[in-house]
């Protein structure tokens, strides 16, 4: 074994810098294999090892991220499908509109109080087994809650609960195995993919349920199609995904799991994963209010104005605008980033905060001019929904590069628990209780549309408020960005101590590191 000095992170763009690493930087010889400077020195505890038996090929490592990125379609696809057939649940059970805002939020009370449980264990153990799980028992609660007779609205609501816990298990932890398989650009490449499902996957809930329910004469159909497929991705995860070392895709120190207090702890002490998850907490409140809201909003609206509409109609047209301009939003915010990435290190925070403040005026002139003009308001929806997907994909590739492979999972169920709970969690129900409460100065039926339009648009209009909230703390996530991705490598390559009272020099396991090709780890050849 030979030794030398961990590699650089590879999106430092070398050109740009000052400094001459000519004497310290590895070289990669013919056959792929690092060489190590004469003059070198390293710490006593960097040993050089081959990964011939836990390297992953190029092929498995792309058919990993497409097994994850089909899931996340299923379960954006479950999460909304029952949005796109609210008017029925709502006559089927009787519901007023805080009782339609409830099936959402008690999804989202147990998905953010099981992501910690689950950030734990995917920081322990073996994660494909805890997915597969997951998602098994997500498809199996999806299915029952279809059974649930009128009578039994709490039942139901329950097991729309329940659904919550599944996803926990998957949303936690696919986006850990990403990282360890890719780094640098090409990791921002695969997000921005993997979150391709989360506009995607919604408009397709609200497509794919609504036309199902209508073609099969009942509603409940539409929750039954996700649970077949999420049964064949179980034995996807089980056959084809094979699971990455942790911090496998940066050459990194094969670092000990501290205690989850520890951290948690250290978790919390870096500025700007506490300043981003309270960023993306406002853009979990936006899109969970208008996800839930929007469609049943424009049919009131349309019905308002005197105009013929079906819910199915709508939906479908919200659906097309939600996958189209998430798709745009998500490959255009990953472009930009990276483009100004190379003339900016901080250009991940202040593409966001672009997107959420220019989205404030699309959201509230599409509210304003929706009492009288419906193809406007379509119109300035997509626009709104574009800026507002700028950041999905790039929010998580930031959280991954300041916290440390080990304690990515736990990262990830706090900025669930945190954005969830303060997110969408609550904006769903409060827009139906403000909408139910203004709708008694009206004479008119509460469940009427023009009612429920107009106590809808007002309660609405608190979206783009929290928008521009947003966009000022992922401004202040610019000020500490590049210091805390620094320290995060130095720890991961074995160049810092961990912070858990213990110094790196102490370490029993070895740094373990490898050639690389490209921006992913390979075998030594």
């Keep these: 074994m030979s030794k030398f000095i961990?590699?650089?992170?590879?999106?430092?763009?070398?050109?740009?810098?000052?400094v001459d690493f000519s004497d310290t930087a590895p070289i990669v010889d013919e056959d792929g294999n690092r060489r190590q400077s004469a003059d070198s020195e390293v710490p006593n505890h960097v040993v050089v090892e081959s990964r011939r038996e836990d390297s992953i090929s190029n092929a498995t490592a792309y058919g990993s991220v497409s097994i994850l990125l089909c899931i996340n379609l299923l379960n954006y696809m479950d999460r909304y499908t029952v949005a796109g057939v609210l008017k029925d649940i709502q006559d089927f059970y009787g519901l007023e509109n805080?009782?339609?805002?409830?099936?959402?939020?008690?999804?989202?009370?147990?998905y953010m109080v099981f992501?910690?449980?689950?950030?734990?264990?995917?920081?322990?153990?073996?994660?494909k087994y805890i997915m597969a799980g997951g998602i098994f028992f997500w498809a199996t609660v999806t299915f029952a809650g279809s059974m649930i007779p009128k009578e039994h609205f709490f039942a139901f609501a329950i097991m729309r609960a329940l659904v919550g816990v599944g996803e926990a298990s998957y949303s936690t932890i696919a986006p850990t195995i990403?990282?360890?398989?890719?780094?640098?650009?090409?990791?921002?490449?695969?997000?921005?993919?993997f979150y391709f499902a989360i506009p995607v996957g919604s408009g397709m809930g609200y497509i794919v349920g609504s036309n199902?329910?209508?073609?099969?004469?009942?509603?409940?159909?539409?929750?039954?199609v996700t649970p077949v497929l999420g049964l064949v991705c179980v034995v996807l995860i089980l056959v084809v995904l094979k699971e990455p070392k942790r911090g496998?895709?940066?050459?990194?120190?094969?670092?000990?799991?501290?205690?989850?207090?520890?951290?948690l702890k250290e978790v919390v002490k870096i500025k700007s994963f506490v300043l981003s998850t309270i960023g993306f907490t406002c853009v979990a409140f936006t899109t969970g209010a208008l996800a839930l809201w929007a469609p049943l909003f424009m049919y009131d609206s349309i019905m308002a104005q005197g105009k013929e509409a079906t819910q199915a109609g709508v939906a479908f047209t919200f659906g097309i605008i939600t996958v189209v301009a998430g798709f745009v939003g998500v490959a255009l915010g990953a472009e930009i980033s990276r483009r100004y990435k190379k003339i900016n290190p901080r250009a991940d925070p202040l593409v966001c905060a672009f997107g959420l403040i220019t989205c404030v005026p699309f959201l509230f002139f599409a509210l304003v001019l929706s009492q009288w003009y419906t193809v406007p308001t379509w119109i300035l929806i997509f626009l709104g929904e574009t800026m507002l997907c700028l950041n999905w994909s790039i929010i998580a590739d930031m959280l991954l590069y300041v916290v440390i492979p080990t304690r990515r999972s736990t990262a990830e169920s706090v900025q669930i628990l945190i954005s969830h709970a303060f997110g969408?969690?609550?904006?769903?129900?409060?827009?139906?209780?403000?909408?139910?409460?203004?709708?008694?100065?009206?004479?008119?039926?509460?469940?009427?549309s023009?009612?429920?339009?107009?106590?809808?648009?007002?309660?609405?209009?608190?979206?783009?408020?929290?928008?521009?909230?947003?966009?000022?703390?992922?401004?202040?996530?610019?000020?500490?960005?590049e210091k805390d991705k620094n320290a995060a490598l130095k720890i991961t390559q074995g160049q810092a101590a961990l912070q858990d009272g213990r110094d790196t020099d102490s370490y029993d396991d070895p740094i373990i590191l490898g050639s690389e090709d490209g921006d992913r780890l390979n075998p030594i050849a």
């Excluded at 961990?6 to 000052?18: E, G, R, W």
């Excluded at 990282?179 to 993919?193: H, Q, V, W």
């Excluded at 827009?431 to 008119?444: E, P, R």
């Design 178 to 193: 990403i990282a360890d398989l890719f780094t640098g650009e090409k990791r921002s490449r695969m997000l921005m993919i």
């Design 248 to 263: 496998m895709s940066e050459g990194g120190v094969t670092l000990q799991n501290t205690s989850y207090f520890t951290d």
């Design 212 to 224: 199902v329910a209508k073609a099969l004469g009942a509603w409940q159909w539409a929750l039954r």
């Design 98 to 110: 805080s009782e339609d805002g409830l099936i959402q939020t008690v999804f989202v009370l147990t």
């Design 6 to 18: 961990p590699p650089f992170d590879d999106t430092v763009q070398l050109d740009d810098m000052s």
């Design 424 to 448: 969408d969690a609550g904006s769903p129900y409060i827009v139906g209780l403000v909408s139910d409460a203004l709708s008694k100065n009206y004479n008119a039926p509460s469940s009427s």
């Design 450 to 481: 023009y009612v429920q339009f107009k106590t809808l648009q007002t309660a609405l209009y608190v979206t783009p408020f929290i928008c521009v909230l947003g966009g000022g703390f992922f401004l202040a996530t610019a000020l500490f960005i």
């Design 115 to 127: 992501s910690p449980i689950f950030g734990f264990l995917g920081d322990r153990y073996t994660r």
